[in-house]
């Protein structure tokens, strides 16, 4: 059956794709050669540290791959969820904007950083902006970021395996696969090809397997299976987190690649010929200013689309490894800026499936949405309603997988960095085995509330935030270099006023409860329980407020450093080597 | 005028020969980088950090009287010189390379 083109989804594909090749093909390489004056002649970090380790040239092919999978999660996919409540035409509009002035910007500028400032990660770049006291509130600013983002993530694949039957079978047979492939490469040394041949097969296999089983149902554990599903996950994550990486997490991450690529593209693909298939655009394109339970149009809509706009997440990525291993200066746009605007034809394909699902399923907070949405754009050419079932496992196991593949590596990421962080009499809380425990009872016990929406705004304001203070940090860095600093202030200005409004109406929503004005904010089974729930609205109340004082603290300190830097009062210790 | 002078140095510059060479490489090159740093890079860069911890501790307990941590006594150390002498600067650079915690997201 044929439509009419502007019905589908398939016209505001094209248009987002125009627009991210002006982003990347104009603006991107305006900048590129104006303001940092890129050069293949000056020589990197990679070259000029070059230990074979942390500091070695890499293709710009292999890092933008590196980049895309390390930067792309479950925000451009869950985000466009919340944000469609406000209708389409908001959430296409701040993925596109966000992804052509801000998104990229971040992400190209801070590689850009690392690599004029001998390979620094974000610490140390703070620390020559703000001095040692910014370095130590970022440490503990991260620290409440790593806890919200795994309990956000702990809580929506346990409700992924909740409510998809076979989902959780389907991803126990991609984890034998990961177990299986890591033993073959590493410790048979088998055929690359011939292995991944193998991982594609036993993938679909188990995405098969968890079809035609279709168990356990939904509530398999009765009202607490949200919460049985997250302990099981735990249990998962911290055996990842322990063992070496390639007995677990590698293989695990090899397999998923290819569900995980091949997802997107079934997807965009899906959508382009969506004039062909018949499939329409059913959500409206507006619905309001003000959603109940989520809150105003502005500031929630531009923290809850993260990733997929903008994330602070990327900085770090950035920072931390990329911009260590970048061959020539010319390479950070096709990298950096690539990276972030395909992540944003990740989140317009994610809208695309929400486009196409019926309003209901949006108004009553329905987490299969997207993955209705996704089947219906891909079954027409996959085999039509035959097909359907296992299209719905599919793409059930395509959000956990870019939720337990990123989970994995925090997780890990957590106990690594209390082993750094506790050091003393404080030591045992850096140990192995209870920093893990650590990264995974404080995220299930923040979870408790099942308010996976407010956790979800919780952690789109605190990693916008941390984009806004990276994007600040760039235009205290380009001030220095006495080059147009606006292309990074003026994103930065409004990701700071955005994100600590979006906080402040989070300690509002929680405060409401916390002091008796609202019911606290919890769904069953912990409604039941009264006080809990109570206790838990009071937590992240107090967590709420700590995120906004550590963010405007951060956001003052380094306002202070950019209008120094561009009065010229930098002083010579705060000046980068 | 910038911070950073261009240092022209034609070695680690990219020849207009290997820009040539790179473009024949084609589309089939760049898809299998993409796949590699999307599927292997991260991994082989944790592993290769993980060597480095391996080294690190290897080189300290048997050279360390070089940096002054006589752990086992330098007959020893003078017998294996010969096969570390080419990891001993960079194993140097690295050791005494400051590390902060967000270095740590990279494996």
């Known amino acids: ?63 933008y791959g590196f980049q895309f999978k390390s930067i792309a999660a479950l925000g451009p996919i869950l985000g466009p969820f919340i944000a469609v ?89 991609i984890i034998i696969t990961g177990l299986i492939v890591g033993e073959l490469l590493y410790k048979y040394k088998a055929n690359i090809f011939g292995v991944t041949a193998l991982a594609i097969i036993l993938t679909l296999i188990s995405v098969g397997i968890g079809t035609a089983v279709a168990w356990p149902p ?51 693909f899906g959508a382009l010929i969506s004039p062909a298939t018949g499939i329409k655009l059913i959500q409206p394109a507006f619905k309001g200013w003000y959603v109940e339970n989520v809150g105003p149009i502005f500031p929630i809509l531009f923290v809850s689309i993260a990733c997929g706009a903008i994330s602070g997440w990327h900085s770090l990525v950035s920072t931390s490894t990329t911009g260590k291993q970048l061959d020539v200066e010319t390479d950070a746009r096709p990298v950096g800026a690539g990276a972030m605007l395909t992540e944003g034809l990740l989140a317009t394909s994610a809208l695309a499936a929400y486009m196409v699902v019926s309003p209901d399923l949006i108004a009553k907070g329905k987490i299969s949405a997207f993955v209705n949405g996704a089947t219906l754009l891909t079954a027409p050419f996959l085999g039509g309603d035959a097909s359907k079932a296992y299209l719905l496992t599919f793409f059930s196991i395509f959000l956990v997988i870019y939720a337990i593949t990123v989970q994995a590596l925090v997780t890990r990421y957590w106990r690594v960095f209390s082993a750094e962080l506790f050091r003393g009499s404080w030591a045992w809380l850096g140990n192995k085995y209870i920093a893990t425990a650590t990264g995974l009872i404080l995220p299930i016990i923040f979870a408790l509330t099942g308010s996976w929406i407010n956790l979800w705004i919780y952690f789109g304001g605190s990693n916008q935030l ?34 600590l409004s979006a906080l402040l109406w989070e300690i509002y929503t929680f405060g409401l409860s916390t002091f008796g004005i609202k019911k606290p904010l919890a769904k069953p089974p912990l409604t039941q329980y009264p006080g809990a729930a109570w206790a838990l609205n009071a937590l992240f109340f107090v967590i709420g407020i700590i995120l906004f004082v550590l963010g405007i603290y951060m956001s003052y300190a380094l306002w202070n450093a950019y209008f120094k830097a561009k009065r010229g009062e930098v002083e010579a210790k705060a000046v980068s080597p | 005028m910038s911070d950073w002078e261009v240092i022209p140095i034609p070695l680690f510059g990219r020849k207009k020969k290997e820009k040539e060479e790179e473009k024949k490489e084609g ?81």
């Not at chain 1, 970090?45 to 074979?52: E, F, I, Q, S, T």
């Not at chain 1, 147009?484 to 700071?496: E, G, I, K, L, N």
């Not at chain 2, 890079?41 to 941590?69: I, N, S, V, Y």
């Open chain 1, 85 to 173: 409540a406000y209708g389409w035409l908001p959430a296409l509009i701040w993925i596109v904007i966000g992804n052509m002035f801000i998104g990229w910007v971040q992400d190209y500028s801070t590689i850009m950083l690392t690599v004029r400032n001998e390979g620094r990660s974000m610490g140390p770049l703070v620390y020559n902006a703000i001095g040692e006291r910014g370095r130590k509130i970022l440490l503990a600013y991260l620290l409440f970021y790593l806890l919200i983002i795994s309990a956000v993530f702990i809580y929506l694949v346990s409700l992924f395996w909740n409510v998809f039957p076979g989902s959780f079978i389907a991803t126990i047979g």
């Open chain 1, 1 to 63: 059956m044929q439509v009419a083109f502007l019905e589908t989804p398939s016209l505001w594909i094209i248009g987002a794709l125009v627009a991210y090749g002006f982003a990347y093909y104009v603006y991107a390489k305006w900048v590129d050669e104006h303001i940092w004056e890129v050069s293949e002649k000056r020589v990197t970090p990679a070259h000029m540290y070059l230990d074979g380790v942390e500091y070695f040239p890499v293709s710009r092919y292999v890092l």
């Open chain 1, 466 to 499: 941390l984009a806004a203070m990276a994007l600040t940090l760039v235009a205290f860095y380009v001030a220095k270099m006495n080059k147009p600093s606006w292309y990074s202030a003026v994103p930065a200005a409004f990701m700071t006023v955005v994100t």
């Open chain 2, 27 to 107: 589309v089939s090159e760049a898809l299998k980088g993409v796949l590699y740093g999307f599927a292997v890079h991260g991994a082989a860069t944790a592993a290769l950090k993980t060597r480095m911890h391996m080294e690190h501790l290897f080189m300290l307990m048997t050279l360390g009287d070089m940096l002054g941590f006589p752990i086992i006594p330098p007959y020893y150390s003078l017998k294996i010189l010969p096969y570390v002498v080419p990891n001993i600067k960079s194993w140097k650079e690295r050791l005494f390379r400051e590390r902060d915690f967000t270095d740590l997201l990279s494996g």
């Open chain 1, 218 to 268: 939904k509530n398999f554990f009765g009202p607490w299976s949200v919460q049985v599903w997250s302990i099981i996950l735990a249990i998962i994550l911290f055996v990842g987190a322990i063992v070496p990486l390639p007995k677990f997490i590698t293989p695990m991450n090899f397999v998923a690649v290819f569900p995980a690529i091949g997802g997107v593209l079934l997807i965009i």
